[in-house]
Structures are given as structure tokens and as C-alpha cells.
């Protein structure tokens, strides 16, 4: 029997998509044969509230210094990082040399609209390749996970923090008893503590299960972030929905009682609760959604294929990983993948391994339809891309459900 990760009551994984390879383990044909898999199953902590998944490769498995993730291949993620930057910089630095600590800086994105108004910051990443980047564009970076050692000695070599940020990144950390710890250490008595992560309402609504994946061991709700840093002296003083990763929640936590607590807490609260967020029955459901969605794409797929149609995969996510090897998608059905990420480029998807091509292939050549992996950054491919809509080329999407946009 497995425990949970957070309060170590046993749970039962409700569902498992099969064995998986590491989401971001792009490859080539000579790795092809030592590829690492793992078996993605899920559970849902009815002690707690925390979902999970149940088996997670090392972290130094995903972590490392070729990290395939880089933030600002996204011009509307940029966009999102500066706005996030204002907001905390409105409302929750102090006058007097404020000093900004963000969990998880990858390439600085986030960080560089402190840098770049002269406050004191530090980015903790443990993807060395990523930093480099960082401090390319001028952001403090430290090579190194977040934990409680790590929250000591920031705070003893640069002084307590105003703001603990984080953004698409806690959800990735397994021991969040030490992100916890580190924080309690490491903030000031006002300090704030602000995440955002893929939301379990939003995950469970559009059936979006791609968002599961080995490096997202954790899907959030309110209920689950209270009980996981209540027992630090920490609450939740304030949610704000985003649209960024197709539906995101940012928690803002601070001391208990040290800042007044937003009357949006108690709502959603109430509204995770209509949702049945905490019912066994609630993910019986979402399993079975999944796999209409994934007979529905297999079937999709197979027909385009027989029909001799050109299909290529858009944008080589790390949530496309769960869709191609739980469906079992392969280069049978998808020609390529185009990505503009040049570390992903000339390699291979993992598991499925279908070649990830350069932007650049899907433009001078376009397919009959294109398979939206990136479908939480759908806006802003749609406008980029209205020239392959009115060509008479075909989107295909699979959330909320498997279906052509077509004219
Ligand atoms: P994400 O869904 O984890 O943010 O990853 C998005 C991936 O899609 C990343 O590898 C970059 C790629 N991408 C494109 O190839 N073209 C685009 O226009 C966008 C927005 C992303
Ligand atoms: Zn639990």
C-alpha cells in the first residue's frame, strides 16, 4: 500500500497511464534502448486532499544541467511574469530594501523585473543550464533545490525575505515538508510565501489529464495546499485564478494572522466543495473521461492516417509526453513535432519517439492538420498561426474534449 506524499495516510491509486518515460527526456536513436520508464498512477489523498501521483522518478533524473524548459519560449508567459512582478511589487514589499527570493527561477523570466528595478533577489534553480541563462540577463542565481538547509543560509548570508515566489515549480518538489521549513526560516514575520500551479478544479473540468506527468507529482487545490503548510504556522491569505497553463491558481500564504485573509478563500473553498474535489467519486469520473478522450484521439488519428493525411504535432510539450504514450501515438501518426526550442530540436520524443523539428518545417511546409500539444498557449498560437486556418489547414485539439477546428 502506498502513503501520501504530504500527510502519510495510505492511498489507492484510482487510475494509471501506463508506463511512462521522463516527460522533458528528449532523445536520440542511440539512447533509444536505455530510455528510463517508470509506471504514472494516480491517487488522491482523501486524508488530506492532496492529489498525486504515486511513483516519481529522481529528481536529478528530470533536474539537470540539459534541462529541455526554457520560460521564455513563450511571449505571453514573458507578458505573465512581469504582470505577476508588478502585482507582488504593488502589494507586498516592503519600502526599506525588500528582498525577493523565487523557488525555481529557470531562464529568469520572473526575476529580471526585480533585477531590473534594483531590488535584492535570488533565484534558486537546480538546472544549471537554465541559470546560465538567468544571470545572462542579470538575475542572482543559485544552483541548488530549495529546501530548509537551503532557506537557512539564504537567510543568513542575504537576510530574511519579503517574498517567497514560485511559479509552476511546486508542484514539482516531492518533499514539500522542506519547501515548507525553508520558508518558515527563511520570511520575514510579514513575509509572503506566493505559488501558482496547474489547479485541480480546472485539471478535473476540461479533463486536461496531460497536466499529469513525472515532474508534476503534485495537482493542487486550496484544500490540499492548507493542510500541507498549516501545520508551518502558514495560511492561506488569498487565491487568484490565471489562465496560464490551461488554468492555474495562486496561492498566497503569510504567518497565521500576520495579514488579513481575502474573503476569495472561503469561495473557493465553497466552490471545491460544489465540484467534489474531496469525493472518491469525483475522479472515478475524470478516469473515465480520459479514456474517451484517449479511444477518441487513437481513433481520430488512425482514421486521418488511413485517409493518407499529413499530420504533424504542435509545440513538444512535456504534458504531450502522458498524451502520446497513454494513447499510444507514435511516428506512425504524427509526421513531426515542431518546437521552437532549439535544445529539443534533431531529437527524439520521449517514448513515443517522434523527431521534434525546428519551427521553421511547419511553416515552409504545412500539414493538412496540426495536433495542438500547447494547448494552454492556444491564444497566442492561433494569432500567430491564422495564415495555416486560412490556407485550409486544421487544428486538432483534446481539451476539453477530442475535436477539428476547422475555417
Ligand atoms: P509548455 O506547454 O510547457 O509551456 O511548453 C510549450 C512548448 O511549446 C515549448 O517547448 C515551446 C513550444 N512552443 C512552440 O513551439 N511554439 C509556440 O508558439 C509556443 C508558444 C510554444
Ligand atoms: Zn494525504
Redesign the pocket.
Known amino acids: 500500500m502506498a502513503t501520501c506524499r504530504t500527510c502519510a495516510a495510505s492511498i489507492k491509486p484510482f487510475m494509471s497511464f501506463g508506463r511512462m518515460p521522463i516527460a522533458n527526456g528528449f532523445l536520440r536513436p542511440e539512447q533509444f534502448k536505455q530510455e528510463y520508464f517508470f509506471e504514472l498512477a494516480t491517487a488522491f489523498c482523501e486524508a488530506c486532499g492532496t492529489f498525486q501521483i504515486v511513483e516519481q522518478p529522481d529528481p536529478e533524473k528530470m533536474f539537470h544541467e540539459n534541462y ?4 521564455r ?5 514573458v507578458t505573465h511574469f512581469r504582470e505577476y512582478a508588478e502585482w507582488v511589487k504593488a502589494h507586498y514589499l516592503s519600502d526599506v530594501d525588500p528582498f525577493v527570493v523565487e523557488i525555481g527561477s529557470n531562464d529568469g523570466a520572473l526575476l529580471e523585473n526585480f533585477a531590473n528595478a534594483g531590488i535584492r533577489h535570488l533565484g534558486v534553480e537546480p538546472s544549471a543550464n537554465v541559470a546560465a541563462e538567468a544571470r545572462r540577463h542579470g538575475v542572482e542565481s543559485l544552483v541548488s533545490f530549495f529546501d530548509a538547509g537551503a532557506g537557512e543560509r539564504i537567510r543568513d548570508q542575504y537576510g530574511e525575505a519579503d517574498a517567497i515566489l514560485a511559479a ?1 515549480v511546486m508542484c514539482h518538489i516531492p518533499d514539500l515538508h522542506g519547501v515548507a521549513k525553508g520558508a518558515e526560516l527563511l520570511l520575514k514575520p510579514k513575509g509572503i510565501l506566493v505559488f501558482e500551479d496547474p489547479y485541480l478544479g480546472a485539471m478535473i473540468e476540461k479533463t486536461s489529464y496531460d497536466q499529469i506527468y513525472d515532474e508534476h507529482v503534485f495537482i493542487f487545490s486550496l484544500k490540499s495546499v492548507q493542510s500541507i503548510f498549516g501545520p508551518y504556522g502558514f495560511e492561506v491569505i488569498d487565491v487568484l485564478p490565471q489562465a496560464t ?1 490551461g488554468g492555474s491558481m495562486r496561492y498566497v500564504l503569510a504567518r497565521r494572522g500576520a495579514r488579513p485573509v481575502s474573503p476569495a478563500v472561503s469561495q473557493l473553498a465553497s466552490g471545491e466543495d460544489a465540484q467534489g474535489l474531496g469525493r472518491a467519486a469525483t475522479y472515478q469520473d475524470f478516469r473515465t473521461r480520459c479514456e474517451h478522450s484517449r479511444d477518441q484521439l487513437l481513433d481520430l488519428l488512425n482514421r486521418l492516417k488511413a485517409e493518407g493525411k499529413r499530420v504533424v504535432g ?7 509526453t502522458t498524451v502520446m504514450n497513454y494513447c499510444g501515438i507514435g511516428p506512425q501518426h504524427i509526421e513531426f513535432i ?4 532549439p535544445i ?1 530540436q534533431g531529437k527524439y520524443t520521449p517514448g513515443s519517439h517522434i523527431p521534434v523539428k525546428p ?1 521553421d518545417e511547419f511553416k515552409t511546409h504545412h500539414p493538412d492538420y496540426a495536433l495542438l ?5 492556444k491564444a ?2 492561433m494569432s ?2 491564422a495564415g495555416f486556418r486560412s490556407g485550409g489547414g486544421k487544428w486538432i485539439v483534446f481539451v476539453p474534449e477530442v475535436s477539428i477546428i476547422e475555417g
Open positions: 529541455a524548459f526554457f520560460t519560449t513563450s511571449a505571453h508567459m509552476n497553463h504542435y509545440g513538444a510539450t512535456s504534458k504531450s515542431s518546437d521552437t526550442t529539443k519551427y500539444f500547447a494547448w494552454n498557449h497566442e498560437i500567430k498561426e
